[in-house]
């Protein structure tokens, strides 16, 4: 499975720390930018690049976006279809969990503003661990989803 990787400016010393930890796991990490810090850049245009790999191949790959708050990240990111981008900037670690069990969420978007390195470590360890539950009910709603996102 490849990780593909993705931040602004807010989230970038966060990102190349979460790659090396990826490595660290075993796992393939490609990161799309930026490749520098750049206090304004804009979130979309590194975002973009990770959300349309992950939906080209959702059996395959995974992506971490990062943000001051994650939120931007994610909303752009669910704007490709197969992307379920749940957002985590602290608190219970269980709703990193639920996401992945109920929701088969394949982006993690972190907020860098909100965590320390530790958090997001464990968050990023909790949702790679924590397998889709491939129940029915879970199952249909998430065809749902890709059903009704074709309505509009």
């Known amino acids: 499975m490849i990780i593909y990787l993705g931040s602004d400016h807010a989230g970038y010393a966060l990102k190349e720390t979460l790659e090396i930890f990826l490595r660290e796991l075993g796992y393939a990490a490609t990161d799309a930018g930026p490749d520098q810090y750049d206090a304004t850049d804009d979130y979309p245009d590194y975002i973009t690049p990770v959300a ?17 708050s994650g939120q931007g990240e994610a909303m752009m990111a669910n704007r490709f279809p197969h992307v379920r981008a749940m957002v985590y900037y602290g ?6 969990k639920l996401a992945r ?3 088969d969420a394949n982006i993690l978007s972190l907020g860098a503003r909100f965590i ?5 470590k464990e968050a990023v360890q909790a949702w790679l661990e924590t397998p889709f539950s ?10 749902k989803i890709e059903d009704l996102s074709k309505n509009c």
């Open 116 to 120: 320390s390195e530790e958090e997001a």
């Open 91 to 96: 608190g219970q670690i269980e709703t990193v």
């Open 52 to 68: 349309c790999r992950v939906s080209e191949k959702p059996e395959e790959s995974r992506g971490i976006i990062l943000g001051g």
């Open 134 to 143: 491939a129940e029915e009910r879970h199952i249909r709603r998430i065809q």
């Open 101 to 103: 069990e109920h929701n």
